[in-house]
């Protein structure tokens, strides 16, 4: 079954930084493109970042290009998210999100989020 | 690309035939997939590539359409099937990728 733990999330000052991590499980991880979704309070779904399986191409959100970078480790089974000058706009739910294959298309697994909440 | 869903909410009853149109602000080819999402839960993925039905979806559910207009059909609809649709276009795997805003199925 497949497994996806996020952590890292937490109340944050504008302009801070913080870095989420997801703990993958239950599947070959380093077969698939991994992604951040993010649902903002009443809001719907908005797509943050994703990255290939081997790291050759990563994507980025125009709303956050140039303060978020997406990384993984296959080695541990392990994607992240670094995020810098936080905005309150960047307050949301978090989801790690498994794609349906190996680059950046569909999706068919979710995390459960961690909040996120960038407030002074 | 930005992508835009009609109607934003929908009231329908049980045995209904649904229709959801999505629309894209560019052609997209047929990189475009639908999700099924109720409350509490991760959204579902019900179509990939235009029209190609995810393994274990009711065959109710299907999707048509290229370029920059799309549709999701629920050809009876079921109980179960009251909930928010989203699309999402990956034009030709490359980011970055976006979400509708959503359609929500309701009970008339």
């Known amino acids: 079954e497949v497994q996806l733990v996020e952590s890292g999330g937490g109340l944050v000052q504008p302009g801070r930084s913080l870095r989420l991590s997801c703990a993958a499980s239950?599947?070959?991880?380093?077969?698939?493109?991994m992604h951040w979704v993010r649902q903002l309070p009443g809001k719907g779904l908005e797509w943050v970042s994703g990255?290939?399986?081997?790291?050759?191409?990563?994507g980025y959100a125009d709303s956050v290009k140039g303060r978020f970078t997406i990384s993984r480790d296959n080695a541990k089974n392990s994607l992240y998210l670094q995020m810098d000058s936080l905005r309150p706009e960047d307050t949301a739910l978090y989801y790690c999100?498994?794609?349906?294959?190996?680059?950046?298309?569909?999706?068919?697994?979710w995390g459960q989020g961690t909040l996120v909440t960038v407030s002074s | 690309i930005q992508l835009t869903q009609s109607p934003s909410t929908l009231s329908a009853s049980i045995g209904d035939r649904v229709t959801i149109t999505c629309r894209a602000s560019?052609?997209?080819?047929?990189?475009l997939g639908w999700y099924q999402r109720k409350p509490g839960q991760a959204p579902k993925l019900l179509i990939y590539?235009?029209?190609i039905l995810e393994n274990g979806v009711p065959s109710r559910f299907s999707g048509s359409g290229s370029g920059t207009e799309f549709t999701l059909t629920i050809s009876s609809l079921q109980p179960d099937d009251f909930a928010s649709y989203y699309c999402?276009?990956?034009?030709?795997?490359?980011?970055?990728?976006?979400f509708g805003p959503g359609t929500k199925v309701e009970i008339k």
């Open positions: 590539d235009a029209s």
């Open positions: 990255i290939t399986w081997n790291s050759d191409r990563m």
């Open positions: 560019q052609s997209i080819s047929k990189w």
């Open positions: 999402q276009q990956y034009n030709d795997y490359v980011p970055p990728l976006t």
């Open positions: 239950g599947f070959s991880f380093d077969d698939y493109g």
């Open positions: 999100v498994k794609d349906r294959g190996s680059v950046l298309g569909v999706v068919t697994s």
